[in-house]
Nanobody, 116 residues
Framework: QVELVESGGGLVQPGGSLRLSCVAS????????MGWYRQAPGKQRELVAR???????DYEDSVKGRFTISRDNAKNTLYLQMNALKREGTAVYYC??????????WGKGTLVTVSS
């Protein structure tokens, strides 16, 4: 049974930082591309960042230079370091596993609220 469990969300002020984590089980983590997606209220889910099994990365334009995706294959864990957060970053953030073009497995999400 595949399970992706996100953590690290919460309330943060604009300009602040958060680090999200996602622990995976039931998959061969080191062979999967992984991604972070988000869904803001009233909007469609969108890709935030993704990383291949060997560490190549890709970011949505609005987060480039502020967010960093990384992975620790020994710990089956995916990370998203988010700096200089903006109000529009308020969303549920989801961890996903699959291939570069399509994700097969999804976590339940963690809520990030950017507000003063």
């Amino acid at each position: 049974q595949v399970e992706l469990v996100e953590s690290g969300g919460g309330l943060v002020q604009p300009g602040g930082s958060l680090r999200l984590s996602c622990v995976a089980s039931g998959i061969i983590f080191s062979t999967k591309s992984m991604g972070w997606y988000r869904q803001a209220p009233g909007k469609q889910r969108e890709l935030v960042a993704r990383i291949t099994s060997y560490g190549s990365t890709d970011y949505e334009d609005s987060v480039k230079g502020r967010f960093t995706i990384s992975r620790d294959n020994a710990k089956n864990t995916l990370y998203l370091q988010m700096n200089a957060l903006k109000r529009e970053g308020t969303a549920v953030y989801y961890c996903a596993a699959g291939t570069w073009l399509a994700m097969d497995y999804w976590g339940k999400g963690t809520l990030v609220t950017v507000s003063s």
